[in-house]
């Protein structure tokens, strides 16, 4: 992992030395992070939502790990933990999570922080599936939504009647149907106002959103622009450093960079030799 640090300053200093920490566009409306840590009451509405209580077999069985405090989930509970104290410290809420490609691992990783979330009982959290072209939040609950997020983003349902609360704290939006041409929603006006509609009405202190890969489509471009921040997920013998600094100066172009994720790191050995020079 040091060696790849060591790779991505080298590239970013081969393009003129663009930082990916700079703060962009999107002004957050969350509590200054110099305010009290207060516990609030929930707004009525989390009780609205449908509750869900998913089977930690089958949950295990997609390597979502985190709905119990074990030994196995204490590196997603570590970057859960980093994440959410980082983006307090900023007055950030949004957090969109992405990848270069396909395939790095990056719904499993947003669901196992925000299953992580749910044991935090005070902590707020909601998760939203915006990879429309290939829903996968819902296989891994194994919950099929009477609505997709489509029709929660175009304003045809509430966020009450499409999305579901895992324990007290934790709202999930899945789609059960790919979306053929989702930038189209995507960029909307009314999906902005839906979102800031539904943070304004939950008074979440964080929501994940499980955005498409960046070098794929455009997608992951309409959103980003309406988050906080975001997560870059590689996976290791398979992402590319070339691919990498790519997705992470295109990210940086629209909001901050959070951090890079090196997942499905198993083999130290192996990794260096995949990225040779480069890692």
């Known amino acids: 992992m040091e ?24 002004t957050p409306k969350t509590l200054s992070p110099a305010a009290p840590a207060l516990i609030r009451p929930f707004p009525p509405v989390w009780d609205e939502l449908q509750p869900i209580e998913p089977n930690p077999d089958t949950l295990t069985a997609h390597r979502v790990i985190t709905l119990n405090a074990q ?83 175009t304003g045809e349902v509430s966020a009450a009647e499409q999305m579901v609360r895992l324990r007290t704290n934790v709202a999930i939006s899945m789609s059960k149907n790919p979306v053929s041409d989702p930038t189209q929603i995507l960029l909307s006006q009314k999906a902005v106002s839906v979102m800031d509609d539904i943070q304004k009405e ?25 988050v906080d921040c975001a997560l870059i997920i590689s996976r290791a013998e398979h992402t590319k450093v070339s691919q990498l600094d790519v997705c992470e100066r295109e990210v940086a172009e629209h909001t901050n960079v959070l951090g890079v994720v090196l997942n499905s790191c198993r083999h130290l050995e192996s990794t260096e030799e995949y990225y040779g020079d480069y890692a």
């Open 3 to 26: 060696k790849l640090q060591k790779a991505l300053s080298k590239a970013r200093r081969d393009r003129g030395g663009a930082s990916a920490g700079t703060p962009r566009r999107r």
């Open 71 to 153: 030994a196995e989930a204490n590196p997603f509970d570590i970057l859960r933990t980093k994440i959410f104290l980082l983006m307090r410290q900023n007055g950030w809420t949004r957090l969109g999570i992405t990848s270069p490609d396909k395939g790095c691992g990056k719904t499993t990783i947003s669901c196992n922080l925000a299953v992580g979330f749910s044991r935090q009982q005070e902590v707020r959290s909601m998760l939203f599936d915006l990879d429309f072209r290939r829903p996968g939040i819902a296989s891994i609950f194994e919950h099929r939504p009477e609505h997709d997020v489509r029709a929660l983003l």
């Open 202 to 226: 939950f008074e979440p202190d964080i929501m994940i959103y499980d955005l498409p890969p960046m070098l794929v489509t455009d997608d992951a471009r309409a959103v980003l622009k309406n």
